[in-house]
């Protein structure tokens, strides 16, 4: 097992990968309690914990840390994504498609092997919900919005 440190350094060392600076990508060792994620170590396990105000909302257990790391990247990098997805916007086009495609891109510069299952998982998602464009009824949407 890896300590505390040993992770923080193998996450900072992948951060640089996508030009993340050490102040991005601060793993905590205890509860922030807005909502941020921790590093806790125990029964040869990494769990990461969200808590927010007191409240553990998520707790998932990883016997790898290369697991645990994925798991952290894949919210760093959902982020970015995000804000990305917000500079960029295309009218008429569902939002998810930038996002997601920006993630996937982060991801596979980080490793290629979690790129890809990072394509997996948004795959898997899109399964259940497909993108949605129909640019005619968004227009029409958007023409009423201003009249």
Same mark, same amino acid.
């Given at each position: 097992?890896? @300590? /505390?440190? !040993?992770?923080?350094?193998? $996450? ?8 993340? &600076?050490?102040?991005?990508? $601060?793993?905590?060792?205890?509860? =922030? ?8 170590? &125990?029964?040869?396990?990494?769990? /990461? +914990?969200?808590?927010? %105000?007191? =409240? *553990?909302?998520t707790r998932e257990s990883f %016997?790898?840390? @290369?697991?645990?790391? /994925? ?8 982020? $970015? ?5 917000? !500079?960029? $916007? +295309?009218?008429? *086009? ?10 996937? *891109? ?5 490793? /290629?092997?979690?790129? %890809? ?6 795959? *898997?998602?899109?399964?259940? &919900?497909?993108? =949605?464009?129909?640019k005619i009824t968004w227009l029409?949407k958007l023409l009423n919005f201003?009249?």
């Open positions: 097992m890896l @300590n /505390y440190q !040993q992770v923080q350094n193998i $996450i900072n060392e992948y951060g640089k990968n996508i030009g993340l &600076s050490t102040n991005d990508m $601060i793993l905590r060792k205890k509860p =922030s309690g807005f909502g941020e994620p921790h590093l806790e170590i &125990s029964d040869d396990c990494y769990h /990461y +914990v969200v808590c927010e %105000r007191g =409240s *553990e909302l %016997r790898d840390v @290369n697991d645990f790391i /994925y798991r952290f990247f894949d919210t760093i990098t959902f982020m $970015i994504a995000g804000e990305y997805q917000q !500079q960029n $916007i +295309v009218f008429g *086009e569902d939002q998810r498609i930038i996002c997601f495609h920006k993630q996937i *891109e982060l991801m596979t510069q980080l490793n /290629y092997g979690w790129g %890809r299952k990072k394509e997996a998982d948004i795959a *898997e998602i899109l399964q259940n &919900s497909p993108y =949605s464009v129909n029409n201003f009249k």
